[in-house]
Protein backbone atom coordinates (compact mmCIF):
# COMPACT_ATOMS: atom_id res chain seq x y z
CA UNK A 1 0.00 0.00 0.00
CA UNK A 2 1.18 3.49 -1.01
CA UNK A 3 0.18 6.26 1.67
CA UNK A 4 0.03 9.96 0.23
CA UNK A 5 0.17 10.89 4.13
CA UNK A 6 3.29 8.96 4.85
CA UNK A 7 5.35 9.70 1.89
CA UNK A 8 4.57 13.98 2.40
CA UNK A 9 5.32 13.11 6.14
CA UNK A 10 8.21 11.50 5.27
CA UNK A 11 9.11 13.85 2.78
CA UNK A 12 7.56 17.64 3.14
CA UNK A 13 6.73 17.17 7.06
CA UNK A 14 8.41 20.76 7.76
CA UNK A 15 6.57 22.21 4.38
CA UNK A 16 3.58 21.22 5.21
CA UNK A 17 1.60 24.09 7.07
CA UNK A 18 -1.10 25.16 4.58
CA UNK A 19 -3.33 23.86 2.16
CA UNK A 20 -1.62 25.44 -0.51
CA UNK A 21 1.46 23.86 0.98
CA UNK A 22 -0.28 20.53 0.57
CA UNK A 23 -1.08 20.84 -2.83
CA UNK A 24 2.81 22.09 -4.02
CA UNK A 25 4.08 19.09 -2.28
CA UNK A 26 1.01 16.49 -3.40
CA UNK A 27 2.09 18.05 -6.72
CA UNK A 28 5.36 16.91 -6.70
CA UNK A 29 4.44 13.48 -4.85
CA UNK A 30 2.07 12.33 -7.56
CA UNK A 31 5.10 13.31 -10.32
CA UNK A 32 7.13 10.62 -9.17
CA UNK A 33 4.37 8.03 -7.42
CA UNK A 34 2.26 8.13 -10.66
CA UNK A 35 4.93 6.40 -13.36
CA UNK A 36 6.33 4.25 -10.64
CA UNK A 37 2.80 2.90 -9.95
CA UNK A 38 2.40 2.54 -13.49
CA UNK A 39 5.56 0.17 -13.73
CA UNK A 40 4.30 -1.60 -10.41
CA UNK A 41 0.82 -2.62 -12.02
CA UNK A 42 2.68 -3.12 -16.07
CA UNK A 43 5.12 -5.52 -13.72
CA UNK A 44 1.62 -7.43 -13.16
CA UNK A 45 2.27 -6.70 -9.22
CA UNK A 46 -0.87 -5.07 -7.48
CA UNK A 47 -1.18 -1.55 -5.95
CA UNK A 48 -3.59 0.40 -3.33
CA UNK A 49 -3.30 3.89 -3.22
CA UNK A 50 -4.44 5.59 -0.19
CA UNK A 51 -4.70 9.21 -1.96
CA UNK A 52 -7.26 11.41 -1.41
CA UNK A 53 -9.53 11.18 -4.62
CA UNK A 54 -12.45 13.71 -3.66
CA UNK A 55 -11.84 15.97 -6.80
CA UNK A 56 -12.16 15.42 -10.28
CA UNK A 57 -8.60 16.73 -10.46
CA UNK A 58 -7.37 14.13 -7.99
CA UNK A 59 -8.78 11.12 -10.01
CA UNK A 60 -8.07 12.85 -13.38
CA UNK A 61 -4.12 12.01 -12.15
CA UNK A 62 -5.28 8.30 -10.70
CA UNK A 63 -7.08 7.79 -14.09
CA UNK A 64 -3.73 9.00 -16.22
CA UNK A 65 -1.77 6.58 -14.03
CA UNK A 66 -4.32 3.74 -14.93
CA UNK A 67 -4.10 4.48 -18.58
CA UNK A 68 -0.35 3.96 -18.41
CA UNK A 69 -1.05 0.12 -18.06
CA UNK A 70 -3.51 -2.51 -18.86
CA UNK A 71 -4.34 -3.25 -14.93
CA UNK A 72 -7.69 -3.55 -13.67
CA UNK A 73 -8.77 -1.15 -11.12
CA UNK A 74 -11.36 -0.07 -8.66
CA UNK A 75 -11.79 2.35 -6.81
CA UNK A 76 -13.33 2.53 -3.49
CA UNK A 77 -16.23 5.32 -2.22
CA UNK A 78 -16.39 6.08 1.34
CA UNK A 79 -20.48 6.58 1.58
CA UNK A 80 -20.71 7.66 4.72
CA UNK A 81 -22.30 10.90 7.06
CA UNK A 82 -20.01 13.80 7.60
CA UNK A 83 -20.81 12.95 11.76
CA UNK A 84 -19.43 9.56 11.18
CA UNK A 85 -16.80 10.87 9.20
CA UNK A 86 -15.60 13.31 11.71
CA UNK A 87 -15.52 10.65 14.94
CA UNK A 88 -13.05 8.52 12.70
CA UNK A 89 -10.62 11.07 12.91
CA UNK A 90 -11.38 12.53 15.90
CA UNK A 91 -10.38 9.10 17.23
CA UNK A 92 -7.79 8.73 14.89
CA UNK A 93 -6.24 12.30 16.05
CA UNK A 94 -6.55 10.44 19.58
CA UNK A 95 -4.45 7.61 18.74
CA UNK A 96 -1.13 10.11 17.67
CA UNK A 97 -0.10 7.50 15.36
CA UNK A 98 -0.89 9.27 12.13
CA UNK A 99 1.62 11.70 10.74
CA UNK A 100 -1.01 14.18 10.53
CA UNK A 101 -3.69 15.79 13.34
CA UNK A 102 -6.56 17.20 11.22
CA UNK A 103 -9.34 19.74 13.02
CA UNK A 104 -12.69 20.03 12.15
CA UNK A 105 -12.48 22.84 10.49
CA UNK A 106 -9.61 21.79 7.90
CA UNK A 107 -12.00 18.59 7.18
CA UNK A 108 -15.23 21.02 6.75
CA UNK A 109 -13.02 23.07 4.33
CA UNK A 110 -11.51 19.82 2.18
CA UNK A 111 -14.56 18.26 2.24
CA UNK A 112 -16.47 21.01 1.09
CA UNK A 113 -14.70 20.07 -2.45
CA UNK A 114 -15.88 16.51 -2.59
CA UNK A 115 -17.47 15.92 -6.22
CA UNK A 116 -18.93 12.66 -6.14
CA UNK A 117 -17.13 10.13 -9.23
CA UNK A 118 -19.38 9.91 -12.46
CA UNK A 119 -19.45 7.58 -15.01
CA UNK A 120 -17.43 9.24 -17.45
CA UNK A 121 -14.26 9.50 -15.51
CA UNK A 122 -13.80 5.92 -16.32
CA UNK A 123 -13.25 4.07 -12.76
CA UNK A 124 -15.03 0.97 -11.52
CA UNK A 125 -16.41 1.86 -8.54
CA UNK A 126 -17.47 0.16 -5.55
CA UNK A 127 -19.40 2.19 -3.11
CA UNK A 128 -19.03 1.38 0.56
CA UNK A 129 -21.73 2.27 3.33
CA UNK A 130 -22.78 1.93 6.56
CA UNK A 131 -24.73 -1.32 7.26
CA UNK A 132 -27.64 -0.82 9.26
CA UNK A 133 -28.12 -1.23 12.97
CA UNK A 134 -31.41 -2.85 13.84
Aim: aromatic fraction near 6%; proline fraction near 6%.
Amino acid sequence: MIREDEWLSGLYGEQLGSTHDYLRCMTLLRGVVGPHVAELLNAGLSVVLDFQANTVDARSWMRGTLDETKAAHVLHLLDVPEEVCLARLKARNATGEHPFAVTEAQFRQISRHFVPPRPEEGFDVQIHRPEATP
